[in-house]
Every structure is written in C-alpha cells, then in structure tokens.
C-alpha cells in the first residue's frame, strides 16, 4: 500500500512540474511581452523588463521562476502596483475558501446518506443533490 502511495505522489508531482513548465515556456514564447505599449519609453520599458527579470535568458528565467514557486514566492503583481502576488492571495483566499467549502460541506452528508442506500435510491438521492 505504501509503494502505491509513494508511486502516486511522485506521479502527482512530476505531473504538476511538467504543467508548470509547460505553461512557462508557452507564456514566454507567445508574441509581445506585457510591456508593448505607445506610452512608455524605451528606457522605462528596459527598466520594467529588468525588475521584473525579463532581460535574462529565458532558461535562467525558468531557473529562477522554480527556486520562487518552491520558496513560495509568487513576485511582484504587474498589475497592481507595489503588491505582491502572495499578498493578493492572502487578502482574497478567505473568499475562496467559504465559496469552495460551504458547498461541500452542504453536499457532504447528502452523499453520505445516498451511499448507505441501496444503489437505485442512492443514486436518485445523490443525483438529486447535486442537481438541486
């Protein structure tokens, strides 16, 4: 049982990593960058490009990016300015974990209940419950 554990966990992450890297290197290849705009000078533009890491080789970006993702650091919002990705998180998670676990714990013991049925009436229970 634990070598099934074990085999799914490492599973469950190689999946995660290769996402990750995937859509890094898709985001990166994409025509433009987010600071293509008439307003800005070429200076303020080649000042952006530096804090935000995106005058280096796209490889030591990657490297980069993954220390950040394994330390937690998500970086600097580019939209709103002087906050951090992690400080956005924090101030709307709240929101999102009453908006994910109401539901579930509302549902929960209805499918509790449907299982300890037979399986036609479970099913219409169940079926019922998460229609409704």
Same mark, same amino acid.
Do not use: C
């Given at each position: 049982?634990?070598k ?5 966990v ?5 999946t ?21 705009s ?12 530096? +804090? ?8 030591v970006?990657y ?12 970086? +600097?919002s ?15 998670f ?5 908006s ?17 049925f ?5 099913e ?9």
């Open positions: 049982m634990a099934y554990i074990i085999k799914r490492i599973a469950a992450i190689l995660i990593w290769v996402l990750i890297t995937i859509v890094f290197f898709l985001v990166r290849l994409m025509p433009g960058d987010p600071f293509t008439a307003k800005l000078t070429d200076e303020v533009r080649a000042n952006m490009e530096a +804090y935000y890491g995106f005058d280096k080789p796209m490889i970006q490297g980069i990016y993954m220390v950040n993702l394994l330390h937690g650091d998500f970086g +600097y580019m939209k709103y300015t002087n906050k951090t990705v992690n400080d956005i998180i924090g101030e709307t709240p929101f999102s974990r009453i994910v676990s109401v539901p579930f714990f509302w549902r929960f013991p209805s499918v509790l209940y449907s299982e300890s037979p399986r036609e009436t479970g219409r229970s169940l079926i019922s419950s998460v229609l409704s």
